[in-house]
């Protein structure tokens, strides 16, 4: 299952999604994605980076369904946050 | 209502730099994430699904003009424009930036708040009744109390690393509006065989994974010794209450496993070994806070208004809206106003900067510079004089909580679910919203009569599920928002956890599941008796049968509905 790195800017608490070393987006379509094991440990070893740096908190590694390529969150939950807001 | 002095000022400002300073080495890298997570608790900021959220403390409910106005600006400034009342009658911003807090701390110190213990495994904000102090039913005024157990547990150095999280209620009135028997510890205030006052006390209630009603732990307490006898339960919880297991570490579990004979009889022994006179308050303190709770001087009026008859025969909002949300005052020619956080296609509980400028412009004007907040996720303006109702209404009419639904089937109490929450298991937000639209129309809903309904959107029950008449708890059903629905829960003087009615429904089948339990209700009421009445009177088998079939008979509309 395709996997994507989520986590929240220590500054201000944002969603963002992982798309390399340092950059951080907004638009879980956007972000890196990981299409196995390996794949996504290397992923995961990066942002790693980015939290020692104190750039980012609560990282979390997530499943995503891919359309037309891009990532799409599966959960209610990470819809939810993906949508960057309450759902009313 | 109380003010800071000088030591609760300084103290508020020194934790206020302090916290700043531990975001300043934050920021820079210098303490870790980990290292980080329980100051920021400690001072009300959690993270949730979004964002950074920031819990403020609201003291039993009560709010001046220039606190709520020091509220919406802080949502204006630092959030989105709005925050959330919650049934801790605290308020929550859902989008709390963690560089711009301790500006929010600073403003906040500036009206005499904080976010201290709005968090952790402290004693919480105690909750009160509404009314308090202008209540008819009242024997004495709770605040006075709550204000003194506000001072007595806030950085109690005892009290401050319990098992786990810890709320007192209490009431002075006859009529129980503060739930105190779903508290940890809930307080009533009575009149002893001379006719004095003290408290009775209760233990051991509470919502969450195994909610239960308190049990008394003493009937008459005499009111001088009340911070003595709580600091021998908070000994007994302290020192017995299970930390090795998250689930059971409420005192409700530690009061259970010991039995209340065998928990009183090691509180009262504790309590003989208390050295009473040091804890408990002398006269002189307990008059000076006293004195800041001391009765508004109004000037007792009559009881009608031409100007409110007139607009009530005129305007028939107005009307319902006076029917249902003014109360009588204890002062004649005064009312007591319900503000309701429940328009329709509103989220329960949210005010947003506007709003709460307006209920603060009004309670200046006429509401003698007090507001409250209830854990019904509303306001009150307790002290309106009548000739001022129209004014007050149309005030409330221009900023938009002007409905007039109180305790009504649309007065939702919702948690904020998974819009925001990171524990959630499912939404409540929108189930509450959808729930309200089916019964929007004013004159069903007032038929329907006083009904409570509650939704959380997990176990941990914040929407107090379990204390509604109808309770939604949001599950978690193999990836999808599925619905318990719980029947006969009070949480008032007859006190009742509701009882699951049957298995669970997805959230699109909830709305139609409530409209038959209501129209169950009607068809099987007698004349004047509300829903909990007729639901303890008919039982479940009625309910359960309209929602799920008759027993045995195959087709479940339950079945049908889930793969409508
Ligand atoms: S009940 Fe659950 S979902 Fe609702 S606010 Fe509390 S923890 Fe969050």
Known sequence: ?88 | MYRYDEFDAAFVRSRTAQFRDQVARRLAGEISEEQFRPLRLHNGLYLQLHAYMLRVAIPYGVLSARQLEQLARIARKHDRGYGHFTTRTNIQFHWARLEETPDVLDLLADVDMHAIQTSGNCIRNTTTDPYAGVAIDEIEDPRVWAEIIRQWSTVHPEFLFLPRKFKIAITGAAEDRAAILYHDIGMRIVKGKGGETGFAIYVGGGQGRTPYVAEELRSFLPKEQLLSYLEAIMRVYNLHGRRDNLYKSRIKVLVKALGIEEFRRQVEEEWSKIDHVSIDLPQEEYDRIAAYFAPLPLVPGPITDAGVEKRRREDASFDSWVRNNVLPHRVAGHVIVNILLKEPGKVPGDATADQMEAVAALARAYGHDEIRVTYQQNLVLPNVALVDLVKVYDGLVAAGVAVGNYELITDIISCPGLDYCNLANARSIPVALEIAKRFADQSVAEDIGRLRLNVSGCINACGHHHSGNIGILGVDKKGTEHYQITLGGSPGDDAEVGTILGPSFPAEAVPDAIETIVATYRAHRREGEVFLATYRRIGQAPFKEALYGAPNSGASSRKQLQEA
């Open chain 1, 1 to 88: 299952m395709p996997n994507i790195i989520t986590a929240n800017l220590l500054r201000t608490g944002d969603v963002v999604y992982f798309a390399g070393l340092n950059n951080w987006v907004r638009e879980i379509g956007d972000a890196t994605v990981a299409k196995d094991k390996d794949e996504l440990s290397e992923l995961e070893k990066t942002a790693q980076r980015d939290v020692e740096s104190q750039r980012v908190i609560s990282v979390y590694a997530m499943d995503v369904e891919l359309v037309d390529g891009r990532p799409e969150p599966r959960s209610v939950r990470e819809r939810i946050r993906a949508a960057l807001g309450p759902s009313v």
